[in-house]
């Protein structure tokens, strides 16, 4: 299996307070991807980096921050965290070329 | 632009049925074709994987053929057990791809009752 660590793995916090999800490897792979996970959406990107301070946005990048100060680490962050970002999230990793991409097991997040 | 179509679920079978899940994309020229599937309470595991046209992927006794004449990639297996039961997704990464990126359908729940 890929070495891909989530944390935390579930969360519960209050609406408009900070959020942090870290997402670690050991694969020493470029790329980097955040996804959410919800009921009849299926996966949808958020952010992805493909490399050391190098990021991009997904579809679903509004109320998100990221950011990759070194190459095993994908930060997500909600700076102001409200109820519609209730979800699972997901860390994904790949490496160079049509490579597929390797998941982390998720971080269920439930904002109140 | 790029998307990948799957057949609606839930689907439910009996254990030892046939399983077809459909999948249907549009992309540019010859994308790379994935199956993945995703446990209950876990992440999504790459299942089989095609990089051109007629290749045919295979693992656990799944298979899928890239056809591009029909821009399909059908997910299929002749027998299938209560252990396939999960949620399954097929996604594509397009011919020049920036990012690494990988567009994903839906999704299609499996559930075989024994």
Known sequence: DA?????????????????????HQTENHRYMYWYRQDPGHGLRLIHYSYGVKDTDKGEVSDGYSVSRSKTEDFLLTLESATSSQTSVYFCAISGQGPQPQHFGDGTRLSIL | ?????????????????????????????????????????????????????????????????????TTSFHLEKGSVQVSDSAVYFCALSPLYNQGGKLIFGQGTELSVKP
Not at chain 2, 33 to 57: C, I, R
């Open chain 2, 1 to 69: 632009g790029n998307s990948v179509t799957q057949m609606e679920g839930p689907v439910t079978l009996s254990e030892e049925a046939f399983l077809t899940i459909n999948c249907t994309y549009t992309a540019t020229g010859y994308p790379s074709l994935f199956w993945y599937v995703q446990y209950p309470g876990e992440g999504l595991q790459l299942l089989l994987k095609a990089t051109k046209a007629d290749d045919k992927g295979s693992n656990k006794g799944f298979e899928a053929t890239y056809r591009k004449e």
């Open chain 1, 3 to 23: 070495g891909i660590t989530q944390s935390p793995r579930h969360k519960v916090t209050e609406t408009g307070t900070p959020v942090t999800l870290r997402c």
